[in-house]
């Protein structure tokens, strides 16, 4: 499936978060933070209000944005006011 954002939305593919902790304790997606960096996938038409590129990491707002799953993996829409900053 091809996913196409529009005006100020930015598809984006969330990272994956550790699951076990440095003592070797394994952690259940439930207990688990939702993670808030991920990479741009693409950006919709709106250029002046988006300021992020596609293969660039963000970090974004924690409950932000429309979560999709595409060929299987999970994905966000996200506005382009809820990417908080440009990871380098």
């Not at 100020?8 to 978060?17: F, G, P, Q, W």
Request: proline share 3%; glycine share 6%; charged share 30%.
């Amino acid at each position: 499936m091809k996913v196409k954002p529009l005006a100020d939305r930015v598809l984006v593919k969330m990272e994956k978060t550790e699951s076990k902790t440095a003592g070797g304790i394994i952690i259940p997606d439930t207990a688990q933070e939702k993670t808030q960096i991920a990479c741009v996938i693409a950006i919709g038409t709106d250029k002046e209000k988006i300021t992020v590129q596609p293969k660039q990491r963000v970090m974004y707002d924690k409950y932000a944005g429309t979560q999709i799953k595409i060929d299987g993996e999970e994905h966000l829409i996200l506005k382009a006011e809820d990417i908080i900053a440009v990871i380098e």
